[in-house]
C-alpha cells in the first residue's frame, strides 16, 4: 500500500513548491557561477549573471549542460565544493568511454536517502519488510542508492549484491524477502531462472517491486507482475542527478512523480530544444536545486517522456508526473526511412504470452546494401520447430503494424540470448558504416 514518506513536502501545495524552486534555483545558480570554471565561461559567453535568475520561466536563459560537457571536464572539473568535502564517489557505466563521475557531500547523501525512501514508500516498503537488494554494489549508483532509502525507511536491507541468480533466488526464500529491488530486465531473468530450478515465485513472500535503469515498458512491467504475483513500481534516476530516486510511480500507476524540491524539470523539443507544448513529448532536462557536490544546470538527460497537466493527483501528492521513458533520442534508430524506438518492439513483445524475458534487435546489412533489422526473441518454454515457426509469423505480423515493414524474427530458446551485463542490450549494430 502506498506510504507517504514525507508528508509535508510530498504534498506541498504547488505555490509553495514554486516558490521553493526559484529560491533554490537561485542559490544553485550563484553556488556554480562562483565555482565551477565551465559554469563561469557559459555565463560569459550568453551574458548573463546569477542576478539576471529572478523567476522560474529564467531558467531558459541558463546554458545547458550534456555529457559530453561532463567528460570534457572529468573527473572533477564540475565539481563546486572541494573534494575534502565530500565523503562518496559514483560513476556511469561509460559505455562509449569515459566514466561520468559525481562526488557527493554528507547532505547530498542525506537529500538522496530521503528522495529514495519517498520512491520505497511509494511502492509499498515499510519498517516491517525484508528488503533485498540483488544490485551489484559497486561505482554504479543502483545499490547504494536503495540501500540508503530502504534503511531509512527503516526497513531491513539484504545486500545481496550482484547477479548469481540461483544464490539471489535462494536467499529470497530462506530470510523470507517481501520486497525486492532491481534492474527491470533482471527480475525477469530472475523468474525464468526460477522456473528452471523449480522453485515457484509466487510461494515466495515477495510481494513489492520498485524496478528502472533501464527502458520498462508497461508490458514487460505485467509481465514481471504476474510472474511473481506483486506490485511492480517502476523508479527513474541517473547518475548525474543523484542515481535512482528523481521519480517514482504511485498506486495509481499511471506516471511517476519527480520531487521537484530537488530537481527542476524541463521538457523540450530536442532539436529546436525549445519547450513543447504541455503534454507533448520531449527530452527531459533537469537541473538540480539542492547539489552541493556537483549541482547541473539543464543537464540534457536524453531521455523521452511527457508530462501531465495536472496540479493534484489522487494519491494527494503535488509533484508533477511524467509518464514512463518512453526510450532514449540517442536510441532510435532509423531503418529504411523509419523511426523506431526499442519500446515500439518490446511492447508487442510483451503482449504475446509465449514470448519469454530477453530480446534483441540486430541491425545488418544486406549483399544489396539495403538496411535489414531481425528481432531475436527468447520463447517463454522449449517450443517444436513448427511452434516457432508460427511465433515468428505472429511476432512479425504483430511488429510490422507498429514500424510499417516486415522485419525478420528469430525465435531462440529460454535463455537463448547472452547476458549483455548489468543493464540490457537491446539494439546490436551491425550495420555497414559508408
Ligand atoms: O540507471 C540509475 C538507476 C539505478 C535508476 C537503478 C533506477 C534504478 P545511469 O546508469 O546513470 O543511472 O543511467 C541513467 O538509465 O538516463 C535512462 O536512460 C535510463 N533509465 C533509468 N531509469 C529508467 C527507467 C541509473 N525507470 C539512464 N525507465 C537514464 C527507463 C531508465 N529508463
Known amino acids: 500500500m502506498d506510504h507517504i514518506f514525507n508528508k509535508k513536502m510530498e504534498t506541498l501545495p504547488r505555490k509553495k513548491i514554486r516558490e521553493l524552486q526559484v529560491k533554490r534555483l537561485r542559490e544553485t545558480v550563484h553556488l556554480v557561477y562562483e565555482n565551477v570554471p565551465f559554469y563561469q565561461r557559459k555565463f560569459k559567453e550568453l551574458k548573463i549573471t546569477p542576478d539576471d535568475i529572478k523567476t522560474l520561466d529564467d531558467v ?20 563546486a565544493t572541494s573534494l575534502k568535502n565530500c565523503t562518496e564517489l559514483h560513476a556511469s557505466s561509460g559505455t562509449t568511454g569515459i566514466p561520468v563521475t559525481v562526488c557527493y557531500t554528507p547532505n547530498d547523501i542525506e537529500v538522496w536517502a530521503e528522495v529514495m525512501a519517498r520512491c520505497l514508500s511509494m511502492s509499498g516498503l515499510t519498517k516491517k519488510d525484508v528488503f533485498q537488494n540483488p544490485i551489484p554494489y559497486g561505482t554504479f549508483t543502483g545499490a547504494f542508492g536503495f540501500h540508503y532509502g530502504a534503511q531509512r525507511v527503516g526497513a531491513m536491507v539484504v545486500p545481496s549484491g550482484m547477479g548469481q541468480s540461483e544464490r539471489q533466488l ?24 526460477a522456473q528452471d530450478i523449480g522453485i515457484d515465485l509466487k510461494k515466495l513472500k515477495v510481494r513489492n517491486g520498485l524496478f528502472g535503469a533501464e527502458m ?28 535512482p530516486g528523481v521519480s517514482t510511480d504511485c498506486d495509481q500507476h499511471d506516471g511517476l512523480h519527480l520531487w521537484e524540491d530537488h530537481f527542476l524539470i524541463e521538457i523540450l523539443d530536442p532539436i529546436t530544444l525549445e519547450p513543447v507544448e504541455p503534454e507533448e ?34 494519491c494527494g ?3 508533477v508526473k511524467h509518464t514512463t521513458i518512453k526510450g532514449r533520442s540517442d536510441d532510435m534508430i532509423i531503418i529504411r526511412g523509419t523511426n523506431i524506438y526499442p519500446g515500439q518492439i518490446e511492447s508487442v513483445l510483451m503482449k504475446n504470452p509465449s ?23 527468447e520463447s517463454k518454454e522449449h517450443l517444436s520447430q513448427i511452434e516457432s515457426k508460427d511465433l515468428e509469423k ?6 510490422k503494424s507498429v514500424i510499417v515493414f516486415t522485419p525478420g524474427v528469430t525465435v ?13 542490450k537491446r539494439v546490436v549494430d551491425e550495420r555497414k558504416k559508408e
Open 281 to 314: 513529448e520531449g527530452e527531459i532536462v533537469l537541473t538540480t536545486i539542492t547539489k552541493e557536490g556537483m549541482p547541473l544546470l539543464r543537464y540534457r538527460t536524453r531521455d523521452i517522456a511527457k508530462i501531465y497537466d495536472q496540479e493534484v493527483c489522487e
Open 355 to 377: 514470448v519469454g524475458g530477453n530480446w534483441r534487435m540486430v541491425l545488418s546489412t544486406d549483399e544489396n546494401g539495403v538496411d535489414q533489422l531481425t528481432v531475436e526473441v
Open 394 to 399: 505472429t511476432l512479425q505480423a504483430g511488429i
Open 412 to 424: 531462440l530458446p529460454p535463455n537463448g540470448i547472452p547476458q549483455a551485463g548489468l543493464k540490457a
Open 60 to 79: 531558459r536563459k541558463l546554458p545547458f549542460t550534456t555529457k559530453n560537457d561532463l567528460r570534457d571536464n572529468s573527473p572533477f572539473g564540475m565539481m
Open 216 to 243: 520498462f515498458t508497461p508490458g514487460l512491467k505485467k509481465r514481471i507482475m504476474d510472474a511473481w504475483d506483486m506490485d511492480v513500481h517502476d523508479i527513474y534516476g541517473l547518475t548525474e542527478m543523484c542515481g
Open 170 to 193: 535462494k536467499l529470497m526464500e530462506y530470510y523470507g524477502a517481501t520486497f525486492i529491488s532491481g534492474v527491470a530486465s533482471y527480475a525477469m531473468r530472475l523468474s525464468q531462472v
Open 317 to 319: 501528492r503535488t509533484h
